[in-house]
């Protein structure tokens, strides 16, 4: 029954390899995000997806690129991997449309992924 | 980053009432939330006003938004143990009304 999930929960690997995280939400929302947590807890949002379509795409290197199948699901791959990379990676997701309105559009977040790069 | 700060650490006793603050710098915030992140787990969103409200009651917790001065405040009454967590403050902007813009959050410690 978790609203937002992602897989997997940790990630080691070397420079220089590709790995893909993946998230997967039950909610129903047509949005989702992908944010990056560095070491000091600092959380910044990457990427934004609302119906398929990407509608937030903040200064993130081209060796990110975000996949979305479906509505549920938001796929994060990583090309060539770098030290810096190393943090945790949260995916969420919300009712999303209607940023002005009177809605909150409250975000729902998975547990993260914690991606240590060697 | 991009201008909503809260201070890194805060410790309080057991019983007593914790208040943690919150600055941002753009008056077309519409609202402004407060996340809960335990240890190793994603976060929570614990309440939210909206920029039109001055105060907001949930139980234990208080918000105060003084939109004049730009200042968020959260405050945890009669704080436990079960309340250790970094604390995240975060607007949305009617600017950029699709994100939301996280402060660096407040570590809360609690002593016995």
């Known amino acids: 029954d978790t609203a937002v999930s992602q897989t997997p929960k940790y990630l080691v690997t070397q420079m220089g390899n590709d790995k893909s995280i993946k998230c997967e939400q039950n909610l129903g929302h047509d949005t989702m995000y992908w944010y990056k947590q560095d070491s000091k807890k600092f959380l910044k949002i990457m990427f934004s997806?609302?119906?398929?379509?990407?509608?937030i795409n903040e200064t993130v290197p081209n060796r990110f690129s975000p996949k979305s199948p479906d509505k549920a699901h938001l796929n994060l791959h990583i090309n060539s991997l770098e030290l810096g990379d190393s943090a945790v990676y949260f995916c969420?997701?919300?009712?999303?449309?209607?940023?002005?309105?009177?809605?909150?559009?409250?975000?729902?977040f998975g547990p993260g992924t914690r991606l240590t790069v060697l | 980053g991009e201008d909503v700060e809260q201070s890194l650490f805060l410790s309080v006793r057991e019983g007593d009432s914790s208040v943690i603050n919150c600055t941002y710098t753009d008056s077309s915030s519409t609202y402004l939330y407060w996340y809960k992140q335990e240890p190793g787990a994603g976060l929570q969103l614990l309440t939210y006003i909206f920029s039109n409200m001055d105060m907001k009651q949930d139980q234990r917790l208080t918000v105060l938004l003084n939109k004049k001065d730009k200042h968020l405040s959260l405050r945890i009454a009669d704080t436990q143990t079960g309340d250790s967590a970094i604390y995240f403050c975060a607007e949305r902007r009617y600017s950029s009304a699709s994100k939301i813009i996280f402060g660096s959050g407040t570590r809360l410690s609690i002593r016995p």
């Open positions: 997806y609302n119906n398929k379509e990407l509608i």
């Open positions: 969420a997701s919300s009712q999303g449309a209607d940023w002005r309105g009177d809605r909150t559009d409250t975000q729902y």
